[in-house]
């Protein structure tokens, strides 16, 4: 017989439910505009500067993920894992630090980039140079995002994300006339510093660098795992750009940027993933816990089926539109789409599980996982490169990470099941 304590709890999980629309939605509209953001520079640069000046962009592009990547799996993730939904005053000492430790990892890495860029030389060293300049900035930006994130204050992390779009319009025109690689680098990272400085004003505390050792010994146990984590996904990302470029020359490290610009809304998705759902996948956890699996396979599922249309839609695309978008990159670029959808549609599928693995804190299984699909990474895009350059190089990605995918699954279905057995409460709070 149900009591009048128990009537409330229908229209308080609605409620929750509608406060969960919510957050993601937001999560959606910040990661347009972030997506959005990557593409225009994308664009831009294929347009401005051909072929092989975009292969040379990309490989500083992908480096940037990489040590985006350090930042956040030191900083930022367990941020997330572990402040996500707490009280205002804990998370804004918490984001202080955090974001002081990342601005840390970009200024350190940064000041390794330059003389690396120095000593290289030729346009891929000039890129390297700016890089290291521009790295904190971007890093911080990026930092904010998460800790907006984490308080469940997409709307802050979008407008962040606008204040990028609008700083990097005139940044573009000015790179355009001086047309080089190293002033397209200067332009996306200096555009990023200022809705960096914006973020500091919205979340109402400086980035506390003189604090991040202690965030890092405080979080250490969580942070070594997700930076290994982190690395191994976009060192293996780095190693295939490399490999494909030294195999098949730079133009093909072009045209499968390209190739990844046409899938950008569903990329930059996957690569920001845990601004949304490992906080959403967090607070679903505290609150209905029962449900997480279930929250997980309709992410996963839904991003997957998105990227599918995605890439079906490409195929329609006359190749006159696509010479007005990528320009000269655009004939090799559409090549790559049908492989490029599947490798993403199974990225997003897995991405599902990650999530679930994240909020559970399971970093052990996580880790596995990720170091498990990198290695599948590295060997079917060098493997593919081999046997078929850029197009062979694509379809050996896509079947990695179909593969990869079900091993997520599968540990997040072991998670669950030695997991000790989760209360299910009455009222779940919105």
Not at 101 to 116: E, I
Not at 272 to 295: D, I, N, W
């Amino acid at each position: 017989m149900t009591t009048k304590e128990e009537k409330p709890a229908g229209p308080v999980r609605s409620a929750g439910r509608r406060a969960t629309a919510g957050r993601l939605s937001w999560g959606l509209a910040d990661q347009a505009a972030s997506s959005l953001t990557n593409f225009a520079v994308g664009l831009y640069v294929a347009r401005s500067l051909g072929l092989g000046a975009f292969g040379v962009f990309s490989l500083a592009w992908l480096t940037y993920g990489v040590v985006l990547n350090v930042a956040r799996g030191l900083a930022t993730d367990p941020l997330v894992v572990r402040f996500s939904g707490v009280a205002e005053g804990v998370w804004r000492a918490a984001a202080g630090r955090a974001s002081g430790a990342a601005l840390g990892v970009g200024t350190v890495l940064g000041a390794v980039s330059v003389p690396a860029g120095l000593g290289l030389g030729g346009p891929v060293g000039s890129a390297f140079v700016c890089l290291g300049v521009v790295l904190p900035g971007l890093l911080l930006q990026d930092a904010w995002r998460f800790a907006f994130f984490a308080a469940g204050a997409g709307r802050k992390a979008f407008v962040n994300d606008l204040v990028w779009g609008l700083a990097l319009v005139p940044a573009l025109l000015v790179a355009a006339r001086v047309g080089t690689v190293a002033a397209f680098v200067l332009a996306w990272g200096a555009s990023a510093a200022v809705a960096a400085g914006y973020g500091c004003l919205q979340c109402g505390t400086p980035p506390r660098p003189a604090r991040a050792p202690g965030w890092l010994r405080e979080q250490r146990d969580l942070g070594l795992r997700y930076l290994v984590e982190n690395v191994s996904l976009s060192g293996a990302a780095q190693l295939r750009a490399y490999g494909l470029g030294a195999i098949a020359g730079v133009g093909a490290v072009g045209a499968v940027r390209g190739a990844e610009l046409l899938l950008g809304p569903f990329l930059a998705v996957l690569m920001g993933l845990s601004l949304v759902t490992v906080a959403e996948a967090a607070r679903v956890l505290r609150r209905a816990p029962h449900r997480l699996a279930r929250f997980c396979f309709l992410l996963g599922g839904g991003q997957s089926l998105a990227a599918l249309l995605w890439g079906a839609a490409l195929l329609l695309v006359p190749d006159r539109a696509g010479e007005l978008l990528l320009g000269g990159v655009w004939a090799a670029a559409a090549q790559l789409v049908v492989p490029a959808a599947v490798g993403v549609a199974g990225a997003g599928l897995g991405t599902g599980a990650a999530a679930g693995l994240r909020a559970l804190a399971a970093a052990r299984r996580s880790l596995r996982c990720q170091l498990f699909a990198s290695v599948c990474y590295v060997g079917g895009g060098l493997g593919g490169a081999a046997a078929g350059g850029a197009l062979g190089s694509a379809w050996g990605v896509a079947a990695a990470t179909v593969v990869s995918s079900g091993v997520w699954w599968l540990e997040l279905r072991s998670a669950l099941r030695h997991r000790p057995p989760f209360p299910r409460p009455a009222n779940p709070l919105p």
